[in-house]
T-cell receptor
Framework: GAGVSQTPSNKVTEKGKYVELRCDPI?????LYWYRQSLGQGPEFLIYFQGTGAADDSGLPNDRFFAVRPEGSVSTLKIQRTERGDSAVYLC????????????FGPGTRLTVL | DAKTTQPPSMDCAEGRAANLPCNHSTISGNEYVYWYRQIHSQGPQYIIH???NNETNEMASLIITEDRKSSTLILPHATLRDTAVYYC?????????????FGTGTRLKVLA
C-alpha cells in the first residue's frame, strides 16, 4: 500500500518568506508526527497529532512554527518569517492509533532558506 | 525516555553478519527498544522492535540482554544496500506523546 508522502520534496525560499510543507499519512492512521533533521543529526520531534488535535506541540522551536490537521488526515506544517537556521529536512511520520504503535516515516521535505 | 549510546561508525564486509550494538543502561521496565535505519536522502525505515525477548523478522534480529541494558541489531548477511545510518531508540509506551528521541546513530558501511 501507499506509504507516507510529503510535498514538496525540496523547497528553496528566501529569508523572511512564508512556507507550507504538506504531509499525507498512511490511510487510516490517526496519529501523525512532525520531526526536523539537521545535517548530521538524528530527527528531532516537533509536534504530535491524534486525530485533528495537536496533542503535543512541545517540540516546536518558536511561534513562527505552526501545524494543522483539520480533517484528521493531511497535515500542513507552516513556517512564518523563515530564517536561515530553519534549513533542514522536515520529516512526517504516521502510526495506526498512536500510543506504542510503530511510526512510519515519509521521505521528507528538504527546506533551504537562503 | 532513556538515552541510548551507539558507536558513530562501523564497517562490515558484504555477505557477513553486521552486529550493531546499543547501550541503554537507564531503560525502564516498560520501555521498548526500536531500531530504524536511514539510507541517504530517505526517511527513517522501521526495522524491528522488542521489549524483553529476542525478536527476528525478515530484515534483522534483535538481541536484548537479560538486564535489558544493551541490545544488538544483527543483519545476518549484509549487502551493499544495507549501508545506512542505524538508530537505536528507547521509547516508553506510557509517555503521553510516544515521540521518538533519536541519537546520532551508527553509520554502517558495507564493503564490497
Amino acid at each position: 500500500g501507499a506509504g507516507v508522502s510529503q510535498t514538496p520534496s525540496n523547497k528553496v525560499t528566501e529569508k523572511g518568506k512564508y512556507v507550507e510543507l504538506r504531509c499525507d499519512p498512511i490511510s487510516g492512521h490517526t496519529a501523525l508526527y512532525w520531526y526536523r533533521q539537521s545535517l548530521g543529526q538524528g530527527p528531532e520531534f516537533l509536534i504530535y497529532f491524534q486525530g485533528t488535535g495537536a496533542a503535543d506541540d512541545s517540540g516546536l522551536p518558536n511561534d513562527r512554527f505552526f501545524a494543522v490537521r483539520p480533517e484528521g488526515s493531511v497535515s500542513t506544517l507552516k513556517i512564518q518569517r523563515t530564517e536561515r537556521g530553519d534549513s533542514a529536512v522536515y520529516l512526517c511520520a504516521s502510526s495506526l492509533a498512536g500510543g506504542a504503535d510503530t511510526q512510519y516515516f515519509g521521505p521528507g521535505t528538504r527546506l533551504t532558506v537562503l | 525516555d532513556a538515552k541510548t549510546t551507539q558507536p558513530p561508525s562501523m564497517d562490515c564486509a558484504e555477505g557477513r553478519a553486521a552486529n550493531l550494538p546499543c547501550n541503554h543502561s537507564t531503560i525502564s521496565g516498560n520501555e521498548y527498544v526500536y531500531w530504524y535505519r536511514q539510507i541517504h536522502s530517505q526517511g527513517p525505515q522501521y526495522i524491528i522492535h522488542g521489549l524483553k525477548n529476542n525478536e527476528t523478522n525478515e530484515m534483522a534480529s534483535l538481541i536484548i540482554t537479560e538486564d535489558r541494558k544493551s541490545s544488538t541489531l544483527i543483519l545476518p548477511h549484509a549487502t551493499l544496500r544495507d549501508t545506512a545510518v542505524y538508530y537505536c531508540i528507547v521509547r516508553s509506551p506510557t509517555s503521553g506523546t510516544y515521540k521518538y528521541i533519536f541519537g546520532t546513530g551508527t553509520r554502517l558501511k558495507v564493503l564490497a
